[in-house]
């Protein structure tokens, strides 16, 4: 198993910036890849970025590309989204997220259940 804290969220204007973090630990040598998620109340759980733990590739999903960056501090067993341009719809609580094992087909990164391990979340609040 795979334990994950993440930390970084906070009150931010829109058109500002903040970094999450996520620091893994336990497991950490299984991990596949990790991902950040995000859930706005009244709404479901939604899919934001992901990174390869050994290859580096990443995905993000579509309202978010160009703003925000997600990256892996492997000394740290870490994985950081650096957010920019934040919009008020960007408000959520921001959940990490590890997927363990091999191979994983890129759609599976894109979804929840393709995740074993996850955080408590952090909330991110946008003011407009």
């Known amino acids: 198993q795979v334990q994950l804290v993440e930390s970084g969220g906070g009150l931010v204007q829109a058109g500002g910036s903040l970094r999450l973090s996520c620091a893994a630990s336990?497991?950490?040598?299984?991990?596949?890849?990790m991902g950040w998620f995000r859930q706005a109340p009244g709404k479901e759980r939604e899919f934001v970025a992901a990174?390869?733990?050994?290859?580096?590739?990443?995905y993000y999903t579509d309202s978010v590309k160009g703003r925000f960056t997600i990256s892996k501090d492997i000394p740290k067993n870490a994985a950081n989204l650096q957010m920019n341009s934040l919009k008020p719809e960007d408000a959520a609580v921001y959940y990490c997220?590890?997927?363990?094992?091999?191979?994983?087909?890129?759609?599976?990164?894109?979804?929840?259940?393709?995740?074993?391990?996850w955080g408590q979340g952090t909330q991110v609040t946008v003011s407009s």
């Open positions: 997220a590890a997927r363990r094992g091999g191979h994983s087909r890129v759609f599976d990164l894109y979804q929840g259940v393709s995740y074993d391990d």
């Open positions: 336990g497991r950490t040598f299984s991990i596949y890849a």
């Open positions: 990174i390869n733990w050994s290859g580096g590739y990443t």
